[in-house]
């Protein structure tokens, strides 16, 4: 039967499809916790885990909705039952959100693409064919200027080839749309540039092409998610995106697409809205056709961000007001590459809190800012979640994570960060089963063995950073003109009743300044910004500002973030991200020879039938008297096989965004299998940002035979000082609009007397700051509501809380949580006067009748 009728079926059986109706949404209540099952729902699918629907709705009818693919957009098989069991469950659950999760950066080819044209979609770099190619069926080995870029063995698990597009070139030198071909990759001859490809794929039927007049691009392609999934193409949702024959783009068919799905009689007909997982800001590739990469950036605009507020924009339109639209908001560090469409949106997910791959919590005051920032400035009703989970990659299994071992304390700290956020949460790291058998739920989420939802109340006061009772380390010279002592950079700065406004000297990328000498009082510092910044002005309206927060104390650890760039250089070419075909390689990694262990990169250099280099940058502003202090090292069979690698450190200003030329500053040659210390005097550069590129190259052999070199322990540091005795560099986010916004920033394991806050804003416009404050103290963390009070810890020691101080009048005891949880910490017990919270940990307290 088809899957649209079983879903009017089961709605028939179980009640007449109720009108969409937010309201009436316990998910949107100001009731907290709010939470809802996320995508173990989609087990909905498998026949053999749930028989029937009754058997389905038993264990996820327990909260207040579910999240799930319906559609076989990303994953197969989520079509054919999905669909009519969450229809069914909203005709049941009315006042449940049933929500559709759809990957809002890229779609698999096969499915429903019929209306989508060439253009719709983001291709890499295009290289030319050198010989005529027939209109044939079949199978065809193709000659290019370079094969270089088209792979095989590629994607998340290594199991998949590229998905190629073949074009006639216009007379104006791009693509020309009406004549393309999809094909689909077999295999690739990199020494004699020849591709042999699979034609007339996805629909399209074989064309004929002639030598120098036609090209070859590789699709911008994610995943597979799941090995038995294949490869999506990226959604070109550039404001420049080719328009088909009706004049669409490809955001006006997606605009379609969901008003058909959603329509009275859509297969999602009953849902109350969709979540954009890697709904990106940015993207990679060729967006206008013209064969060069351009990442969506033209003219020095991110026409490509632009057209994702514009998509965002259309939907709304489309959808209307009652329907809720929300997108990932935590993709790259600290959530640079999210999505900026502020006041279209409902909210945002954060994968992970405060980010993925932070169960150490080092960006609690980043999580904490974006979720702030979202809840005051998403679409009416604002909603936003955290989804619980971290990973970390399964050595040995390419493409495979697993969630790390943590204590119970760090789930009910991410759980406390969601209620102090006015966020939702949902997990995939859940508890021991219940002793039903049902899935368990977090004691924290259902008052323990009292499963009572929502059961905190309202909120009766904004978060507490207790921090902010403690002396101001700046003694109230964060405002006018003591701001301006402490504030440099290159730009202008001018105080004004709004506060100091401070302006880019030259039209840049970014605003960017310094406060400057941050006096620190012990290992924890906590500093409040209130700050507003005037709108972009060749951006949306609704765009806010992103804006990065880096702390300097003398010692800048160059592993502390994510390489800025990668890549590699074969001989005679240019620099291009690593093609493993070559053998290239390069990851973080962790040596270990003679009992000393390093932490850096190992990289090892092309090897596979060419010679080339392989490099990591990273951007870092010099310290006063700074040197860059690291150690090189060889694999253990580098000394009887390599004739060594050449190791070489290149050094570019990047001011205001702007990449100077890099210089050569250090190069060395070894093969030895030891730690050997190097060092390199900065001092000419002290208070400047480098870009420093380190290089690995074949030896003086041009052999790379066993060439497995390591970075290890990279800093920069003063020259001279013990870096143990200096405070690591961190980093955290948060954003900023016309509204002026209040963000806080908790730094711990400071060593150093004074630190430096440098500041970094999207856009050249001005911003203005009302106030600073900086406190000695880390950021516990505290929130009241009607029914009970949340406490936080998110430093590194003990803190005390002292709660008639914090609630006067009201007396609390802790959750008596469930057997398979943890109830020696929830154990029903009266709350005393004082409340001590172990390291990062946090409680939830119900309050006494």
């Known amino acids: ?55 389905w709705d038993r264990p996820f009818g327990r909260l207040m909705g579910i999240m799930g693919k ?12 999905n669909p009519g069991f969450f229809n069914a469950f909203k005709a049941r659950h009315p006042e449940q959100a049933v929500l559709l999760h759809f990957n809002g950066n890229a779609r698999d080819p096969r499915y429903q693409a019929e209306k989508y044209f060439p253009g719709h979609w983001i291709y890499r770099e295009a290289t ?56 689909s990759l077999v295999s690739v001859d990199a020494a004699a ?66 008003a058909h799905w959603f329509a009275p009689g859509g297969v999602l007909s009953n849902f109350d809205g969709v979540e954009f997982d890697v709904f990106y800001h940015e993207t990679s590739g060729d967006t206008d056709g013209d064969g060069k990469v351009d990442d969506g950036i033209l003219g020095g605009v991110n026409h490509y961000g632009v057209g994702v507020i514009e998509y965002a924009r259309k939907l709304r339109a489309r959808m209307g007001e009652d329907f809720l639209l929300l997108g990932d908001g935590a993709l790259g560090p600290g959530g640079v590459h999210s999505q900026r469409a502020f006041g279209l949106l409902n909210g945002i ?3 992970g809190f405060p980010n993925l791959g932070d169960w150490a919590f080092e960006d609690w005051s980043g999580g904490l800012n974006r979720h702030a920032f979202w809840a005051r400035h998403g679409r009416t009703p604002a909603i936003s979640y955290i989804n619980h989970k971290w990973n970390e990659p399964v050595p040995g299994q390419i493409g495979e994570h697993r969630a790390p071992e943590v204590p119970p304390s760090r789930h009910r700290l991410a759980m406390a960060g969601a209620v102090f956020s006015d966020a939702a949460i949902c997990y995939i790291l859940a508890p021991a089963k219940d002793e039903d058998g049902l899935p368990g739920i977090w004691d924290e989420l259902r008052a323990g063995c009292e499963n009572r939802l929502g059961w905190l109340g309202t909120a009766e006061s904004p978060v507490r950073h207790l921090a902010k009772t403690t002396p101001d380390l700046l003694g109230g010279a964060g405002k006018g003109e003591g701001l301006l002592k402490l504030l440099s950079g290159d730009a202008a700065f001018q105080a004004t009743a709004s506060g ?44 806010a500002r992103f804006v990065k927060v880096s702390l300097s104390g003398g010692l800048v650890d160059l592993l502390a973030a994510p390489a800025v760039e990668t890549g590699m250089a074969l001989r005679g070419a240019p620099e291009t991200p690593l093609d493993r075909e070559t053998g290239a390689a390069l990851a973080r990694r962790t040596m270990a020879i003679d009992g000393e262990s390093r932490p850096g990169y190992f990289a090892h250099p092309p090897y596979q039938g060419v010679k080339g280099y392989t490099y990591w940058v990273q951007e870092a502003v010099v310290p006063e008297a700074g040197a860059l202090r690291f150690f090189v090292s060889m694999g253990e069979k580098s000394p009887e096989r390599s004739d060594g690698v050449w190791f070489s450190v290149h050094a570019a200003e990047a001011k205001n965004d702007a990449l100077g030329e890099y210089a050569k500053i250090f190069e060395t040659n070894t093969r030895e299998h030891r730690f050997l210390p190097c060092r390199v005097d900065l001092g000419r550069f002290a208070g400047r940002r480098l870009r420093l590129k380190f290089v690995a190259d074949c030896g003086p052999k ?37 509204e002026f916004f209040t963000s806080g920033f908790s730094f711990r394991e ?51 809380f002292d709660l008639p101080t914090l609630s006067p009048g009201r007396s609390y005891r802790r959750l008596r949580g469930v057997p398979s949880q943890d109830p020696s910490f929830n154990n029903g017990a009266p709350a005393g006067g004082t409340i001590t919270l172990g390291e990062r940990d946090a409680i939830f307290l119900m309050r006494e009748p």
């Open 1 to 55: 039967m088809p899957r649209l009728k079983i879903s009017l079926l089961l709605c028939m059986l179980l009640g007449a499809l109720p009108a969409r109706d937010l309201s009436r949404l316990a998910l949107l209540s100001s009731n907290q916790p709010r939470a809802f099952f996320f995508r173990a729902s989609e087990q909905a699918a498998s026949a053999r885990l749930y028989p029937d629907f009754e058997s």
């Open 70 to 81: 319906c559609l076989d957009e990303e994953v197969l098989e989520r079509e054919a039952r």
């Open 128 to 183: 030319t064919l050198l010989a005529d190619v027939p209109a044939e069926e079949g199978v065809s080995t193709l000659r290019v200027a370079s094969a270089r870029d088209f792979k095989t063995a590629t994607g998340r698990y290594r199991n998949a080839n590229d998905d190629l597009a073949l074009f006639a070139m216009a007379p104006d030198g791009r693509h020309d749309w009406g004549r393309c071909e999809q094909v």
């Open 193 to 258: 540039n020849t591709i042999t490809v699979k034609r007339a794929q996805y629909g399209t039927r074989p064309l004929a092409f002639k030598a120098g007049a036609a090209r070859a691009a590789a699709h911008e392609v994610e995943g597979p998610w799941g090995k038995n999934n294949h490869l999506l193409w990226f959604y070109n949702y550039a404001a420049h995106c080719p328009r088909d024959g009706e004049g669409k783009t490809c955001a006006d068919r997606l605009v379609d697409d969901f």
């Open 349 to 351: 997910e954060s994968e």
């Open 500 to 543: 100091v406004r401070i302006t880019a000297k030259a039209l840049s990328p970014v605003t960017a300044f310094t406060l400057r000498g941050i006096p620190v009082r012990g290992p924890d510092l906590y500093v409040e910004l209130v700050m507003g910044a005037d709108p972009t002005v060749r951006a949306p309206p609704e765009q």
């Open 702 to 738: 041009d052999h790379a035979v066993a060439d497995q070199a390591h970075w290890g322990s990279p800093c920069l540091a003063p020259d001279g000082a013990d870096p143990a005795s200096l405070t690591p560099a961190a980093t955290s986010m948060t954003w900023a609009s016309a």
């Open 750 to 800: 400071l060593r150093s007397p004074r630190v430096d806050l440098a500041i970094s804003i999207e856009g050249p416009e001005p911003v203005t700051i009302r106030s600073v404050s900086a406190h000695a103290s880390s950021d516990a963390t505290a929130r009241l509501f009607s029914q009970g009070l949340v406490l936080a810890n998110p430093g590194l020691r003990p803190q005390a």
